[in-house]
């Protein structure tokens, strides 16, 4: 299997634009994660769908953040409009059931916002 | 709500030397309890996990962790280190039941040869 599949690898962009980011799960996992990597935070937890719905959001940070699952294989993370307080390593992880406490991460988009 | 403390930010140490990465954490709950490593650039990759059983566990290239529920720790130790041990390791709980991962701040292991 190919891992968790993350695009793009880095993202530059400027103040004000609309970030997309977009993960694509191990095949046959149905647990999709979205967690943000900044030295100050650590990691933490943005949100996480269970067959595609979302079950918990209490992570993302504002409503200028927001995610979507559309199918079992496609998952997106949008932000808009960007800040420089937004760049992070942005992590996309899956789990499948059984075994659902074991996540498998992506590379990570590193998103960095002028 | 659970949280895990990571006592020491940086550890340096030399090669073949042995390494002990601290780990505690709070909970009401019973919890699962994990080692992430993560290389330079790279995203995290799971390398051990304490279920149920054994209190002891061990991952495939010699590190082990022990889970103390009196202390509320789960330890990471390696008897001996090698430069490709270089890394960033996160200890992790998961209330029993949920899918929530909460993360250390992370311990950098540095190997000195």
């Known amino acids: 299997d190919a891992g968790v599949i993350q695009s793009p690898r880095h993202e530059v962009t400027e103040m004000g634009q609309e970030v997309t980011l977009r993960c694509k799960p191990i095949?046959?996992?149905?647990?999709l994660f979205w967690y943000r990597q900044t030295m100050m935070r650590g990691l933490e937890l943005l949100i996480y769908?269970?067959?595609?719905?979302?079950?918990?959001d209490s992570g993302m940070p504002e409503d200028r953040f927001s995610a979507k699952m559309p199918n079992a294989s496609f998952s997106t993370l949008k932000i808009q409009p960007s800040e420089p307080r937004d760049s992070a390593v942005y992590f996309c992880?899956?789990?499948?059931?059984?075994?659902?406490?074991?996540?498998?991460f992506g590379p990570g988009t590193r998103l960095l916002v002028l | 709500a659970q949280s895990v403390t990571q006592l020491d930010s940086q550890v340096p140490v030399f090669e073949e030397a042995p390494v002990e990465l601290r780990c505690n954490y709070s909970?009401?709950?019973?919890?699962?309890l994990f080692w992430y490593v993560q290389y330079p650039n790279q995203g995290l990759q799971l390398l051990l996990k304490?279920?149920?059983?054994?209190?002891l566990v061990e991952s495939i290239n010699g590190f082990e962790a022990e889970f103390n529920k009196s202390q509320t720790s789960f330890h990471l130790r390696k008897p001996s280190v090698h430069i490709s041990d270089t890394a960033e390791y996160f200890c992790?709980?998961?209330?029993?039941?949920?899918?929530?991962?909460?993360f250390g701040q992370g311990t950098r292991l540095t190997i000195n040869p």
């Open positions: 992880a899956s789990s499948g059931t059984p075994g659902a406490e074991t996540q498998y």
């Open positions: 304490y279920l149920s059983g054994s209190t």
């Open positions: 095949s046959g996992h149905d647990y």
């Open positions: 909970s009401s709950v019973s919890v699962y």
């Open positions: 769908f269970n067959n595609n719905v979302p079950i918990d």
């Open positions: 992790a709980v998961m209330p029993q039941g949920a899918q929530k991962l909460v």
